[in-house]
Structure formats: C-alpha cells, structure tokens
Nanobody
C-alpha cells in the first residue's frame, strides 16, 4: 500500500518561493509515476507536475518555468520547488502516486494514491 504525506506549505508574498515535500512509502524503485496536484477553493483539482521513476517530467502550462518537480529515490521523497509565486497559485497542494511504467497525464483519474494535502497561500 502506498502512503504519501505532504509538508512545506505556508503563506508567502507574491514573487516569493516555497518548497513542498512529499514523503512516500510503499513504492518500488522503478515502475511508478508521482505528481503534484492543486485545488483552489471552489475549483476542481488540477494537475501541476508529474515525474516518472526515471526522472522524465511534465508540467502544466501555468507553472512551467516557475515550478520544478524532483525526487530523491534514496530518501523516498518528492519535491516541488515553487518560484515566482502568484496569488493564483493559492490552493491546497496534493501529492499523488501510481504504479506504472509510463509518464501519466496530469489528470486526477490517472493516480490512485493521494496525500492529505498542504495549503499554499500567496498574498499580493
């Protein structure tokens, strides 16, 4: 069973940076895809970025060039470095994982394991 736990959320002024982490357990060293999703108040959950076990990544257009997804396989940790934050980045951020050999699309239905989320608030 896959277990995910996010940390690192908080409040930051627009233009600032935050680093989110997701501690994962239950995944093998290969054959998985992990991702970050976010859900703003009153809106649907949307994909932010995903990374395959071999390091291949994909990003949503809204964050490309500002956010970086990475993983530390030795520590079983997924990270999202968020720079140049905007008020519209305010949301609950979720870590997700799926056992697969592919790089999954940024759709909630592609992932079956989810963390509890961590809040990110960007104020102007």
């Amino acid at each position: 069973q896959v277990h995910l736990m996010e940390s690192g959320g908080g409040s930051v002024q627009a233009g600032g940076s935050l680093r989110l982490s997701c501690a994962a357990s239950g995944l093998q060293s290969v054959g998985y895809c992990m991702g970050w999703f976010r859900q703003a108040s009153g809106k649907e959950r949307e994909g932010v970025a995903a990374i395959r076990f071999d390091g291949i990544t994909t990003y949503a257009d809204s964050v490309r060039g500002r956010f970086t997804i990475s993983k530390d396989s030795a520590k079983n940790t997924l990270t999202l470095q968020m720079n140049s934050l905007k008020p519209e980045d305010t949301a609950m951020y979720y870590c997700a994982a799926q056992r697969t050999w592919g790089l999954l699309p940024l759709k909630t239905g592609s992932f079956s394991s989810w963390g509890q989320g961590t809040q990110v608030t960007v104020f102007s």
